[in-house]
């Protein structure tokens, strides 16, 4: 089974950029959306940004206009260009494969992202 691996998080101050990337190891059949989510504790993992094969995408109001969601051609790499970073976006990240007919999900291990004021 393909398992996701994501990279990219760390440590940036307020107002600052970072880029998370997720790769498949294999081909998932039928993926049809492909997204990050996110999670702090205590509360409940959260859609931060998700997009179809055909390009649509969808932001949580809170990053509308501050991150960016892209993936390959190949539909094995998603992306989240994050700007304007504030400390509440502090979490761990976490990439996520879907077929939304089956409702099949293959999840990324996380990767921590911490903005500091």
């Known amino acids: 089974q393909a398992q996701l691996m994501e990279s990219g998080g760390g440590l940036v101050q307020a107002g600052g950029s970072l880029r998370l990337s997720c790769a498949s190891s294999?081909?998932?059949?039928?993926?049809?959306?492909l997204g990050w989510y996110r999670q702090v504790p205590g509360k409940q993992r959260e859609m931060v940004a998700t997009?179809?094969?055909?390009?649509?995408?969808s932001y949580a109001d809170s990053v509308q206009g501050r991150f960016s969601i892209s993936r390959d051609r190949a539909g094995r790499q998603v992306f989240l260009q994050m700007n304007s970073l504030k400390p509440e976006d502090t979490a761990i990240y976490y990439c996520?494969?879907?077929?939304?007919?089956?409702?099949?999900?293959?999840w990324g291990q996380g990767t921590q992202v911490t903005v500091s004021t």
């Open positions: 996520n494969f879907r077929n939304s007919y089956t409702n099949y999900n293959a």
């Open positions: 997009i179809l094969l055909n390009g649509y995408t």
């Open positions: 294999g081909s998932i059949p039928g993926i049809n959306v």
